[in-house]
């Protein structure tokens, strides 16, 4: 990230907006490093969604067990939302703002191998974005299907596929509030967490073996 004290107002008034986003609690949010030859300016942030933990809070001694418990919760699915700005505007974004993410899950392999897989993942860019109103244009990604299979000591593990999201699009404005709320719900639908926005399938959930 570029100077803050320096940073163009519309790139400080991005960065407010993003502050101001309110999102499913599931979602675990951070801030990364951003990549620093992309644009001038850049900040990333990094989602996981984890296993839900039990609905009711638990006191005393056992609350200390479920913390620790809590902790070893198995990741639904990750992701990585980076904002970039070029004061300059770039013709291949057609703007001074672009989003670029990426998200990750794994399913059970009889489901990954579902041939629509690929093209449910990238309906939810756009599905995502129109239920939060936010504005964008020159949306392009890939939706990629990896198989991992184990071997030798490890040939007990049931064959496994991760679904990834790479996708970039160009905000109408610095307001970029919806644009991330509509990113972490993206995150959760490929978690399989309900509900979903309406109008959109949630992808079959992996199996916890």
Same mark, same amino acid.
């Given at each position: 990230m570029g100077d803050l004290a320096t940073?163009?107002?519309?790139?400080?008034?991005?960065?407010?907006a993003l502050r101001r986003a309110a999102l499913r609690p599931e979602v675990?949010?951070?801030? %990364?490093? /951003?990549?620093?030859?992309?644009?001038?300016?850049?900040v990333? +942030?990094?989602?996981? =969604?984890?296993?839900?933990?039990?609905?009711?809070?638990?006191?005393?001694?056992?609350?200390?067990?479920?913390?620790e418990a809590a902790e070893d919760r198995r990741e639904l699915a990750t992701g990585r939302f980076i904002l970039l700005h070029d004061p300059a505007g770039s013709p291949v974004w057609d703007g001074t703002?672009?989003?670029?993410?990426? %998200?990750? /899950?794994?399913?059970?392999?009889?489901?990954?191998?579902?041939? +629509?897989?690929?093209? =449910?993942?990238?309906?939810w860019l756009s599905d995502a974005l129109h239920e939060h109103h936010a504005l964008y244009?020159?949306?392009?990604g890939t939706a990629?299907?990896?198989?991992?299979?184990?071997?030798?000591t490890l040939s007990n593990r049931p064959d496994t596929i991760d679904i990834e999201l790479r996708a970039s699009w160009t905000p109408a404005t610095s307001d970029v509030t919806a644009h991330l709320e509509a990113w972490a719900d993206m995150v959760c639908a490929f978690a399989g967490l309900p509900p979903l926005p309406p109008g959109v399938t949630a992808l079959p959930r992996r199996r916890l073996n």
């Open positions: 940073a163009p107002h519309d790139f400080v008034e991005a960065l407010g675990g949010l951070a801030e %990364i490093p /951003a990549p620093a030859n992309l644009a001038p300016y850049g990333a +942030l990094s989602a996981d =969604v984890l296993e839900p933990v039990g609905p009711r809070p638990v006191h005393g001694p056992a609350a200390s067990f479920l913390r703002f672009r989003i670029v993410t990426y %998200i990750r /899950a794994e399913l059970d392999a009889d489901m990954g191998n579902d041939e +629509l897989v690929g093209t =449910v993942a990238w309906t244009s020159n949306a392009g990629t299907r990896v198989l991992s299979e184990s071997f030798g």
